[in-house]
Structures are given as C-alpha cells and as structure tokens.
C-alpha cells in the first residue's frame, strides 16, 4: 500500500495487537518467501463482522506501525438463535457455530474451527513442488451484556501451521528449480478479555487485558541430484537438512484502556497502552554453508569469491530479553457545524530501544452541502525496529524508530443514485528507514531515507437492483536512499500504477456471481549476473547469480481475472450451498520474482498460476 511493506502494517483485533493474521508469513527462505504478507488469512467464512482499512493519516489512538492501518472485528454473534455451518473444499473444511451459549444470559458465542492441508491441493492443480503447507484456526468469542451500560468480551484465537517441503517437492520442480529443503512450525494464539461500560450521559470507557504468544522454528537445508540426469530419483540426491535454522519465541502482556466524553466544544478522548514482552530469538549454522545468490555489497563477496558463506562465527546470534512498550495519547474534537477538526498528540516508548518519540496528529472534515466533503490530514508516525533485525547481529542494539511525516487531501462526492466518487492525495516523507542489510553478518542500520507521493481514486456503486461494482485506480511513486553511495531507487513493494474493476451480481435468491479484474505495474526487479564454475577448488561445478543493483528493474506488469459463482438450495431449515472460486482464470503466471539453479546456473521465472477452489457447504 503506497509503495510500503506487508511489515509496516497495524493489524488490530478487535482493537487487540495481532500480527500473524495471515499464515506461512517466513522469516526463513527464499527472498520472495521473507518479504512479509503472507499466504492465508487465518479467519474462516462468517467470522468477521466488520473491517476498516485505513492507507495512512489516521488518528493519534493507533501507533506502533508508520505503513496502513487494518482493524479487524470479530462478529459479535446472536444472543436469540442459533446458527450451524459446515463447508468443505478441495484443500479441508470449517465448522461454525454462532449463537446463545445457553450457559449464561445475556451471553452470545461464535465458535469457528477448520483445518487445511494445500499438500493435497496443490497435488491436484499440479503445483507439487511448493510443498506441503497444513494449518489450523481456532477462533471463540462471547459477549456478555452484563446490564445496559457494561459488556463483557472475551476472544480466544489458536493458529498453528506447519510447512514442509523435501526431496520429493525439489523432484517436482521444473529442471529441479528449487533445490531447497524447508520445515517450519508455528504456534501463535491469543487471549483478550475486553470491559465496557458507558459513564453518565456520553461517556465510554473500554479496558482490554490480553495475552498474546507466538512460538516458530524453522530450517532450510538443500538436495542436489548425484547424477547428470534431470529426472533423478529421490535415492539419488545428496539431502542435507536444517543447515540453517531460525527460532523465534515472543509473548506479551498488555493492557489498553480508552475513555471518550463530550464536551462543550465537542469530544475529548484519552488512552493508554501498557504491554511487557518477553523475548527470545536465535539463528544459527550447523557449517560453514556456501550462498550462491548474493548481493554485491555482501560480506565476503569478490572477484575471487563470487559467492558468500554464512559461518557460525558471522551468522550465528541470539536475543533474549525482556521489556516494556507503552503509549499514551490526548485528543480533541471540534464540532463547527458542517466543520470537524480533530486534534491529537501520542507519545510512544520502547524499552528494548530506550527512546521516547512524540506524534502530533491532525485531521479536518468540511460537508459543502449534501454531497461533497472535503478532508484532510497530517502528521508524524514512527515504527520500532523488528526484533529480528535487533537480533540477527549485537550492533543492531543501537537501532532507532523509523519515521514518516504525512499530508494528505480528498474529497467524496455523492454522484446520484448509488455511485459515489472518492479520491485523495498524499505525500510521505520517510527518513532514518532500517536498511543495509547483509544477509552474512546481519547488520542493519537506520542510514535510508526517502519520500512517497501519490493519489488513489474509487468510483463505488452501493448494492442495490441485486448488484454492485467499483473502479479504483492508484497511483504512487516512491524513492529511497539506503545510503550505499547508489542513489534514490523505487522501495520494494512499489507499483507505480495499480486498477481493478470489481462487481457483484446476484440473478435471483439460489444464484449469485462475482468478478474482479486487477491489473498494477510489476514489482521493481534486480539487475543481476551469472558466474560459471565458482566452485571448481571443491570438484563441484556450482554457478551464482550476483545482484548487482536492487528494484533498478520491473517485472512484467501483473494482471488477473477471478471470478466466484454461489448456488444456494433451501430445504427445510437446511440451506445447501456450492461455489466454484477461481483466482487468476486465464492462468497467467504473474512473476513476482526468480528462480535460480546453483546446479544448472538456469533462471526461471518465479508465479502462481490458475488457483481454483471448489467446495460446498450446509447451514442450519
């Protein structure tokens, strides 16, 4: 979003931090794999009630993050009826209850449970050499309404997922691609217990306590064939695994605690976000393990190594501690009739970096008649370190917040009808950004800078004549400076131009249809070459492929067709539904990255194709 990061995001919870909203997200792998964002959502079909995204400019409450803004609501559920479903599909299924929990009054229960093994799945489309991803969601939540000015919430998420790929995936990749051996083993879950209660005529209070954990290991080994030939057989591979490993243990207690009231010139709101963290993090190397893909600046690299080697006296490290983050923030709301201005300061600490930082936030609202509305917004964000850059080398404990300035301005008009158009404006100014990395000694530093600026448009018909639809169209330019003496270059995930059409149809009450086309410019790419026989001194023909310039490129522009068709079949109480969901239709592999053979010296281009699920599913 805006040329930033899957990693730069706020991801809330019902207004609970939790970051491992999406599954195999690693930390471990291939680059395209580590880039953040993920795969899967770990929530299930009828589980989220609502959900606001917000691309940057939001208010002094939310920090910790500098990218965008996603608050998640879990459905509520109904106190009065309940309600049963289950779905199955090619890759698993799901089970959800939501109703009275006919234990307390006043008392509603969701409960969604589903596993899935995209093994199989992947088996099926064809796409064997992935691997074998499994994961598992478990998701409650009660509301109690204690009496008419107190609720009581309670949510309860489990996560886990484990990955595998061996010998046989290496076996099925393309003129054996991917020579990688991989394992993975997350355990992730959450805790929160929420109180609200409304005090006197308009005043809120809201207490969160909540209990957060997430437990991962992974290792990444190789499988080379001991013959020339290009279909070997699984005995005829030279396996080593667990070469490299990573672990990663956090857990955090916090509490946040909100209160809002009325006042003469309009609503004044105060919080606090209080949380203690315990971590601990390692990586290490069983061996001194040639890389072949390498960056130039990479330590070791040479003309006369034009490969790097990760040893356990560079690469090994590990980080263990604990600390305290918190947060405060003071804000008021102005009311001048058809103007609203909103005013707000945050003040953030980390003790695991002992600063302090102070964000000022503003944000204006002006209705000029009954269809336009203009706004605007500005201030300064600031994002901690991660704390696996802080442990991947002893000098990274020196690390500092990252910081954005942002301004932005737009407007929403009411067109007639349904249709509205909205479009903003924006500009970011990024500085002391964690760059440097190598991946041999892990050393980072805060030497980037840089700035983004761009607008996004949407034109959006609200459902109504059993069909709705939106156009959008986005369009952002980034440069960053990492400092390296190379200049200003486009960020990682920066796509300058970035559409898509969506629409939504419903025939009658048993038939419903969807389609999305996107289209967006492809991801900035390496500028890159392949040396021959790097290794010849150990008998082995091996190639490398060293970059020599980052995101200096474009991959080819991306572009995608899904549709979804629902039929829904009532019998009795029981309602029989069955859906057939294709992502990308036309099958074109949209390269996001490259595949390089150390063994063949090939590249080949790095893309999911046609992605179809079919399943159906049963309601009572």
Same mark, same amino acid.
């Given at each position: 979003?805006?040329?930033?990061?899957?990693?730069?995001?706020?991801?809330?919870?019902?207004?609970?931090?939790?970051?491992?909203?999406?599954?195999?997200?690693?930390?471990?792998?291939?680059?395209?794999?580590?880039?953040? /964002?993920?795969? &899967?959502? *770990?929530? @299930? %079909?009828?589980? +989220? =009630?609502?959900? $606001?995204?917000?691309?940057?400019?939001? #208010? !002094?409450?939310?920090?910790?993050?500098?990218?965008?803004?996603?608050?998640?609501?879990?459905?509520?559920?109904?106190?009065?009826?309940?309600?049963?479903?289950?779905?199955?599909?090619?890759?698993?299924?799901?089970?959800?209850?939501?109703?009275?929990?006919?234990?307390?009054?006043?008392?509603?229960?969701?409960?969604?449970?589903?596993?899935?093994?995209? /093994?199989?799945? &992947?088996? *099926?489309? @064809? %796409?064997?050499? +992935? =691997?074998?991803? $499994?994961?598992?969601?478990?998701?409650? #939540? !009660?509301?109690?309404?204690?009496?008419?000015?107190?609720?009581?919430?309670?949510?309860?998420?489990?996560?886990?997922?484990?990955?595998?790929?061996?010998?046989?995936?290496?076996?099925?990749?393309?003129?054996?691609?991917?020579?990688?051996?991989?394992?993975?083993?997350?355990?992730?879950?959450?805790?929160?217990?929420?109180?609200?209660?409304?005090?006197?005529?308009?005043?809120?209070?809201?207490?969160?306590?909540?209990?957060?954990?997430?437990?991962?290991?992974?290792?990444?080994?190789?499988?080379?064939?001991?013959?020339?030939?290009?279909?070997?057989?699984?005995?005829?591979?030279?396996?080593?695994?667990?070469?490299?490993?990573?672990?990663?243990?956090?857990?955090?207690?916090?509490?946040?605690?909100?209160?809002?009231?009325?006042?003469?010139?309009?609503?004044?709101?105060?919080?606090?976000?209080?949380?203690?963290?315990?971590?601990?993090?390692?990586?290490?190397?069983?061996?001194?393990?040639?890389?072949?893909?390498?960056?130039?600046?990479?330590?070791?690299?040479?003309?006369?190594?034009?490969?790097?080697?990760?040893?356990?006296?560079?690469?090994?490290?590990?980080?263990?501690?604990?600390?305290?983050?918190?947060?405060?923030?003071?804000?008021?709301?102005?009311?001048?009739?058809?103007?609203?201005?909103?005013?707000?300061?945050?003040?953030?600490?980390?003790?695991?970096?002992?600063?302090?930082?102070?964000?000022?936030?503003?944000?204006?609202?002006?209705?000029?008649?009954?269809?336009?509305?203009?706004?605007?917004?500005?201030?300064?964000?600031?994002?901690?370190?991660?704390?696996?850059?802080?442990?991947?080398?002893?000098?990274?404990?020196?690390?500092?917040?990252?910081?954005?300035?942002?301004?932005?301005?737009?407007?929403?008009?009411?067109?007639?009808?349904?249709?509205?158009?909205?479009?903003?404006?924006?500009?970011?100014?990024?500085?002391?950004?964690?760059?440097?990395?190598?991946?041999?000694?892990?050393?980072?530093?805060?030497?980037?800078?840089?700035?983004?600026?761009?607008?996004?448009?949407?034109?959006?018909?609200?459902?109504?004549?059993?069909?709705?639809?939106?156009?959008?169209?986005?369009?952002?330019?980034?440069?960053?400076?990492?400092?390296?003496?190379?200049?200003?270059?486009?960020?990682?995930?920066?796509?300058?131009?970035?559409?898509?059409?969506?629409?939504?149809?419903?025939?009658?009450?048993?038939?419903?249809?969807?389609?999305?086309?996107?289209?967006?410019?492809?991801?900035?790419?390496?500028?890159?070459?392949?040396?021959?026989?790097?290794?010849?001194?150990?008998?082995?023909?091996?190639?490398?492929?060293?970059?020599?310039?980052?995101?200096?490129?474009?991959?080819?522009?991306?572009?995608?067709?899904?549709?979804?068709?629902?039929?829904?079949?009532?019998?009795?109480?029981?309602?029989?539904?069955?859906?057939?969901?294709?992502?990308?239709?036309?099958?074109?592999?949209?390269?996001?990255?490259?595949?390089?053979?150390?063994?063949?010296?090939?590249?080949?281009?790095?893309?999911?194709?046609?992605?179809?699920?079919?399943?159906?599913?049963?309601?009572?």
């Amino acid at each position: 979003m805006r040329g930033r990061g899957p990693r730069d995001n706020i991801i809330l919870i019902d207004d609970i931090p939790y970051d491992r909203a999406v599954h195999f997200d690693q930390s471990l792998g291939q680059e395209e794999d580590i880039g953040g /964002g993920g795969r &899967f959502s *770990i929530f @299930g %079909q009828n589980v +989220i =009630g609502q959900a $606001e995204f917000s691309p940057g400019g939001w #208010r !002094s409450d939310y920090g910790g993050s500098n990218g965008s803004l996603l608050k998640i609501g879990i459905a509520e559920g109904n106190r009065d009826t309940p309600f049963f479903s289950a779905k199955i599909d090619l890759a698993g299924g799901e089970l959800l209850y939501d109703g009275p929990s006919y234990v307390f009054d006043n008392t509603s229960v969701l409960l969604s449970m589903r596993f899935y093994d995209f /093994g199989q799945f &992947f088996d *099926i489309i @064809g %796409q064997e050499d +992935i =691997g074998a991803p $499994e994961l598992q969601d478990f998701l409650f #939540r !009660s509301v109690t309404r204690i009496n008419p000015e107190t609720t009581l919430d309670v949510i309860f998420l489990y996560t886990p997922e484990k990955y595998r790929r061996d010998v046989d995936n290496v076996i099925a990749s393309p003129d054996l691609e991917d020579p990688t051996l991989f394992r993975s083993k997350q355990d992730a879950g959450l805790l929160g217990i929420t109180l609200g209660r409304l005090v006197g005529d308009t005043g809120e209070w809201k207490n969160i306590v909540y209990y957060r954990w997430a437990k991962d290991n992974s290792a990444q080994g190789e499988a080379f064939p001991l013959t020339d030939s290009m279909a070997p057989g699984p005995g005829e591979f030279f396996l080593e695994e667990d070469i490299v490993n990573l672990g990663e243990n956090e857990k955090e207690i916090g509490w946040r605690s909100d209160y809002s009231v009325n006042n003469g010139i309009g609503r004044f709101a105060v919080g606090l976000r209080l949380s203690y963290l315990d971590v601990d993090f390692d990586q290490f190397v069983t061996r001194d393990y040639p890389i072949f893909e390498y960056r130039t600046e990479d330590f070791g690299a040479s003309e006369d190594q034009q490969y790097v080697l990760l040893t356990p006296e560079l690469y090994d490290s590990s980080y263990k501690t604990d600390g305290v983050r918190a947060a405060g923030y003071i804000e008021q709301t102005f009311d001048f009739d058809a103007v609203t201005l909103i005013a707000g300061v945050r003040v953030e600490h980390d003790g695991f970096i002992s600063s302090t930082k102070v964000s000022p936030r503003l944000q204006l609202s002006w209705d000029l008649g009954d269809r336009l509305r203009l706004s605007a917004s500005a201030g300064t964000y600031y994002q901690a370190p991660r704390f696996l850059q802080i442990a991947a080398n002893e000098t990274n404990l020196d690390l500092k917040f990252e910081r954005t300035a942002q301004a932005s301005a737009g407007f929403e008009y009411l067109l007639g009808g349904d249709y509205v158009l909205q479009g903003e404006f924006y500009y970011q100014d990024l500085s002391d950004l964690i760059t440097d990395y190598d991946r041999v000694t892990g050393i980072y530093t805060n030497g980037g800078e840089g700035w983004a600026a761009g607008m996004d448009w949407i034109v959006r018909k609200e459902f109504s004549n059993r069909w709705s639809a939106s156009v959008r169209y986005s369009y952002n330019k980034t440069r960053i400076d990492d400092g390296d003496g190379e200049g200003s270059r486009p960020s990682q995930f920066n796509r300058p131009h970035l559409g898509n059409v969506t629409v939504n149809y419903e025939l009658n009450d048993s038939w419903s249809f969807g389609a999305q086309y996107q289209i967006a410019s492809g991801r900035p790419s390496d500028t890159f070459v392949i040396h021959d026989d790097v290794y010849s001194d150990a008998g082995l023909l091996r190639y490398s492929r060293e970059i020599t310039n980052q995101y200096t490129g474009r991959y080819p522009v991306f572009q995608t067709l899904n549709i979804r068709v629902d039929y829904s079949h009532q019998i009795g109480k029981v309602v029989v539904k069955a859906f057939i969901d294709i992502v990308n239709v036309f099958g074109r592999k949209n390269i996001n990255s490259v595949n390089f053979s150390p063994v063949t010296g090939k590249i080949s281009n790095d893309g999911l194709g046609i992605f179809p699920q079919i399943g159906f599913s049963v309601e009572l």
